[in-house]
């Protein structure tokens, strides 16, 4: 490129020769010859480290891959065991299912098995151990229905403590069975306080405030 003094003097730039042409490739050769033994001399030094870390890099990838595989497989797996168990009705291939399958699925599972066979320990489990709200709630509402006849109405009223949230979807229904329970024990005054919890609120179910509002 022409410098600003030359352009100035309107001077042409000066044409290379060939010795300027063939000096110019034996300086790019020298200049990588030079990066090559740089690199291979990096390389020598550094090598366990970076086969290690390619190594580390397929091992990861592979067991990811694998990972996945397996994963897939086994919901596959477990939906043809649930979906067999259902068609049969059978309660403790439902129950097999539900200690493999984990989460909504296994809890699902484990609460119709024992709609199945009516295995009490099932709802206690999951009333305890259940992977969704949802599921451990319903649990202690059927546990209620068939033990709160020998349960005092404080003592429900503590079983239910954990429904006692509108995150619970089971929250209207709770505080009526207890409401309920207080009223079956003559307690009036302590049934009266749960029931005007759901009057008073305008986001109860109609069907559980017009019962309230009977009880009342």
Do not use: C
């Not at 990588?32 to 001399?41: F, G, L």
């Not at 259940?130 to 059927?142: I, S, W, Y």
């Amino acid at each position: 490129m022409a410098s600003i003094l030359e352009r100035n003097k309107k001077v042409a730039p000066k044409k290379k020769t060939r010795e300027d042409y063939a000096e110019d490739a034996l300086y790019r050769e020298v200049w990588e010859e030079v990066n090559n033994e740089k690199t291979m001399a990096f390389v020598k030094k550094y090598s366990r480290y970076i086969i290690g870390g390619v190594l580390a890099i397929m091992i990861i990838t592979t067991a990811a891959v694998i990972g996945v595989r397996t994963h897939r497989a086994h919901k596959i797996a477990v939906a043809q065991s649930y979906e067999t168990a259902v068609n049969k009705m059978d309660a403790d291939m439902l129950s097999s299912v539900a200690e493999n399958a984990g989460g909504a699925t296994g809890d699902l599972a484990l609460f119709q098995s024992y709609l199945l066979d009516n295995d009490i320990t099932k709802l206690e489990q999951l009333a305890n151990d259940a992977a969704t709200r949802d599921m451990r709630d319903l649990a202690r509402l059927h546990i209620v229905g068939l033990r709160g006849d020998d349960m005092t109405a404080a003592a429900i009223e503590d079983y239910l403590a954990p429904l006692d949230t509108k995150k619970s979807p089971y929250y209207y229904t709770s505080r009526l069975m207890v409401a309920q329970k207080y009223l079956s024990t003559g307690d009036r005054e302590n049934a009266n306080k749960w029931l005007d919890v759901i009057i008073n609120d305008e986001n109860a179910p109609a069907v559980i405030s017009a019962t309230a509002q009977t009880l009342r």
